[in-house]
């Protein structure tokens, strides 16, 4: 099995001081440092006329502290039009902050051919609302499947009498009453469904005589899920702030009966 990159944006926090110049980030202590791969930080930039070679430092500094120091500097070419920007961040510097008692800290872009200022602003945002926020790569390493006294099974499509097995469903969000969801837009849903066979296996077997003797035999087996995975989404909530949310245990990729 591969390694799997999974990417986690971090919205700036509003930070009062100097909102212009500075952008303050909390970083999420769930994030495993060996598995962190890459950061940036990413933003738009409005034209510069005439076109001209630019410079574009990231500079950081710590909560409380007033100097700033350099974690990353991109060479680019000024765009004719409002563009999309990624600055690599130093990602040992990034451990650093993550590993720190309170992982946050102050960022700042400095453009040094034309004053920052007139080029970057929070207004200028992407498709899902993003403007200026922090991105990184996280390595999910493979894992190992489980051996499992069940029999695992994926439905077939349009195949009725099937054993318990996982059955999906293509949906958007909007379908299913959940407009303010930016991204993504369609999801895959998966359930457990189908019927369970008293000879599915030794242990089903024992599960389904012991329910049985225990019930007087009035309860029928129950399809149901065992391993399941995550939705990470981008909604837009009442203040109209763009924020992210892990939903768990919503796409069921192994059933059993019991």
Not at 1 to 11: G, L, N, Q
Not at 60 to 77: P, V
Not at 216 to 225: A, E, F, S, T, W
Not at 245 to 257: G, K, Q
Request: aromatic residues 8%.
């Amino acid at each position: 099995p591969h390694e799997k990159i999974e990417k986690r944006y971090i919205f700036e926090e509003i930070h009062t001081q100097n909102p212009r110049t500075e952008h303050l980030f909390i970083l999420p202590q769930s994030i495993s440092l060996r598995n962190l791969n890459n950061v940036f930080l990413s933003f738009f930039m409005r034209p510069v006329l005439p076109r001209k070679r630019l410079t574009v430092d990231i500079m950081a500094r710590d909560i409380g502290s007033e100097t700033f120091y350099n974690i990353g500097t991109k060479q680019m070419r000024s765009p004719s039009e409002v563009e999309h920007f990624k600055v690599e961040l130093d990602i040992e510097v990034v451990k650093r902050w993550l590993d720190s008692s309170t992982p946050s800290v102050i960022l700042s872009i400095v453009c040094h051919e034309v004053d920052s200022d007139f080029i970057i602003f929070h207004e200028d945002v992407d498709s899902h609302g993003r403007s200026i926020l922090m991105e990184m790569e996280v390595v999910s390493p493979p894992q190992r499947k489980k051996r499992s006294h069940y029999d695992r099974m994926t439905c077939k499509v349009n195949e009725p009498n099937q054993e318990c097995c996982p059955n999906s469903n293509v949906v958007t969000f909007a379908s299913i009453g959940m407009d303010n969801v930016v991204s993504p837009t369609i999801v895959r849903l998966s359930w457990c469904a189908g019927i369970c066979k008293l000879n599915q296996s030794f242990l089903a077997l024992f599960s389904g005589i012991t329910r049985k003797v225990m019930t007087d035999g009035k309860v029928d087996r129950c399809c149901h899920g065992i391993e399941y995975e995550h939705i990470d989404i981008m909604y837009v909530n009442e203040k109209k702030e763009v924020k992210s949310e892990r939903i768990y245990d919503i796409v069921a990729t192994d059933c059993a009966c019991s």
